[in-house]
């Protein structure tokens, strides 16, 4: 059967990604483990560009949000507080014929009744619930006493330490609590790259107000998530804010979009932004006997606040970056002959190398040295590439395949061979229109870091 372009399209996004270094199947020799992933020297960067330029939003930039950093391991009353012990489940069907493990939603609807998606077989049990969580034991005995889970979210984290992180903060509602780290969940069915994974990050922004000010809060927070995503090069027409039906939410939500984004495979949430009421805060406040109230030093009222949460996933935020990036045009050779160019055009802020620097031949020494100065000199401002063998327009592709934004050369006009003038100049290439310019070596920082950001 013929793949779809789109299907296509993924396939080669997921050959690029283990080609070019971006993402590897954890535990690879040993035939990988479903569901996890590694990234290797550039999704790491990519990844931590899109994390830093989140924590530079979300709490460098404001006055009303701190961070914190908590544990992955807690203590297994926050799970049962949370609900998650007793209700953090996902249907699952059992195919008594190929003996897949399905979650009910990937079941195919007939006419004749229900299908495996595996083996088309009918023979499937009811769906019952299955926690997703992930159990371990902590300390020397395995048992009941022992037990607790890796944490599914990292937003439980915050509200156990909201008491402690307010006294030290000081800080005056509305304000929020940032936090980034590792999620688990045993999902089903691990599916489309890492867009489904066992082990994953969350960006997570508990964001504590006054009941009254939800549902404001809830609209300004969707505007602020979306304008994020379209300032790391997302466009706004191909994110949605899905208004999630009544039924589908939390029965303690006040109102729920999801941030979707049109990927190869389809639309799929990227963010959820969750207006949560007091439940959380409550919760964590009757199960551990431990007031959770915020004094009001003007009204001189003590409640429970109400939080508005953006809970964003890293890795398929990276996903929808790479999908969104991955572009072929058609570019002339070495010899003018048109060939198909494969361009991953990143937006500057998060691509994962800034710039190249290449000496147009590597057996010219003063060539050589001029582009490793260049280096020094962009080094401590931005991740700078060195690169001198091969051919400089190869040299140009292999950059373009990895979506470096600016390429710069050296040549014998930068010694200032053929015209005085041009000493100490160098050709700066951009990615994407593969314009050259000349500008002046001493320039370069400046130039470069106002093209990225
Ligand atoms: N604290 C709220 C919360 O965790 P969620 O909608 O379950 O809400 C938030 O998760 C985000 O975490 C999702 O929008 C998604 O980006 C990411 N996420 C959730 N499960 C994931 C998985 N199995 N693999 C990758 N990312 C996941």
Redesign the pocket.
Known sequence: MNKSPDAQRMEKIVSLCKRRGFIFQSSEIYGGLSGCWDYGPLGVELKRNLKNYWWHVIVHERDDVVGMDGSILMNRAVWKASGHEDTFTDPMVDCRSCKARLRADQVIEKKGGRQCPNCGGKDLTEPRPFNLMFKTYVGATEDESSLTYLRP?T?QAIFVQFKNILEVSRKKLPFGIAQIGK?F?N?IN?RNF?????E?E?M?LEYFCRAEEGTKLLDYWLEERLKFYENIGIPREKLHARKVPDEESAFYSKGTY?IEYDFPFGRQ????V?YRTDYDLSQHQNASGKSLEYFDEETKQRFVPHVV?P???V??AVLALICEAYSEDEAPDEKGKMETRLVLRFHPRIAPIKCAVFPLLKNKEPLVAKAKEIVDLLRPHMNVFYDESGAIGRRYRRQDEIGTPFGVTVDFETLGEKDAALRDTVTLRERDSMKQERVPVKDLPRILLSRIS
């Open positions: 979210e937003a999620a969940r999902e691990p890492t867009f489904r994974s066992r994953f969350q997570e999801d949430e990227l963010e959820g969750a949460e809970s964003a996933g890795d398929r």
